[in-house]
């Protein structure tokens, strides 16, 4: 029975490992490739936030967090997909690359920096511009679930 008591065991029900951190700050994030808006740099920072926010149980700090998340939007390309008999595309990709400086105040050893890059594909017959809040959005789900996982998920 004293060989149990001394034993402890971390269990997540999200994956991730945040030590004994206790919070976060995640900056706003900079629009440095050619076509990004910063509209769209705005939103990938707010969903990073959301899914770190949800997937554990840090809190969000304006500065200085024990957790510091931030970077650039170094990618934001349109490309045409699925080529048609006639030449012309079906569908145009939209692939938004971050690069992503990650520091730990309480672990160092962990500290990183690192691209990632995911893609939406969308109809070739509506314009970027109507669609474009969507995508962002849809994509910068997908890159902060990696960030996370990179992270804090430790995979």
Known sequence: MLM??????NVSFTGG????????SVDLF?????LATPQSAQLFTETL????????????A???GD???SGAIVGYDVQPVSIQANESAALNRLTLTASIIYVNTLEPK???????????DYDSSRDLV????????????????DIFDRTIGNW
Request: net charge positive.
């Open 62 to 64: 304006r500065g200085d």
């Open 67 to 69: 957790l510091q998340y």
């Open 30 to 34: 900079q629009a440095r490739a050619p």
């Open 4 to 9: 149990l008591g001394a034993c402890r065991m």
């Open 49 to 60: 936030r959301d899914v770190l926010l949800a997937q554990s149980p840090l809190k969000l």
């Open 17 to 24: 490992d945040v030590g004994q951190a206790r919070t976060v």
């Open 130 to 145: 109507t669609v474009e809040e969507q995508l962002v959005t849809e994509i910068g789900k997908q890159l902060a679930q």
């Open 110 to 120: 962990k500290n990183s920096e690192f691209t990632v890059s995911r893609f939406a």
